[in-house]
């Protein structure tokens, strides 16, 4: 807990980290240790389930299984990744940690992601970004959709104004929904409405947030 009453609530993947190969790796390590497996991820088909929930990824993926054989698989799967993120990482967007340092001066800061509890940790934990973060929520930890969680950190930490950077349309229904501004992510992994606040390159977010949330 932190006084800042500004916060920026952050997406993971196609923003702060671009960790789709190391994932694709790690669930193909986990399948092949299944007998009879047919199932392979590859890197194309890992970036375009970024930023969905597990349920809806079992569903896409696991086709030819029942919900709950699909559901099983996803928690081998996921147990597995956590721990090879948390050995191997993924890639950090161009001046990340400089940024953060920068922003952490005057803001809260925060991530809402909809992945599996622990995915969070393991980014962090591997590349030494505990120091911050100043809270964290996942659809794998309260099995709430991410506007939801999204409300849930700013209510929790008493924000009285607050953004979401995230980089897919999903990211801006659920900050729509949450009745938060959004700034997008524009080189990560989706679109959203023309229009919208956006920054092409990490660096550019302490400026974009000031305009989008002023003093």
Known sequence: MTDKKKGIIFDLDGTLWDSS????????????????????MSYEFMMSLMGKTMVEIAKLF?????????MELMDFCMDYENTYIANHGGILYPNLRETLEKLKENYFLAIVSNCQDGYIQAFMQYHGLEDLFDDFESFGKTKLLKGDNIK????????????????????????????????????????VPEGTPKIMHFEELPNRVKEVIPE
């Open 152 to 191: 849930l950190v700013v209510t929790r930490n008493n924000l009285e104004k607050a953004v979401y950077v995230g980089d897919v349309m999903g990211d801006y229904n659920s900050t729509m929904e949450a009745g938060l501004p959004f700034i997008h992510a524009a080189y990560g992994f989706g679109t």
């Open 21 to 40: 190969k190391a994932v694709a790796d790690s669930w193909n390590e986990c399948l092949d240790q299944i007998p009879g497996n047919k199932y392979h």
């Open 62 to 70: 696991f086709v030819d299984e029942t919900e709950e054989r699909g």
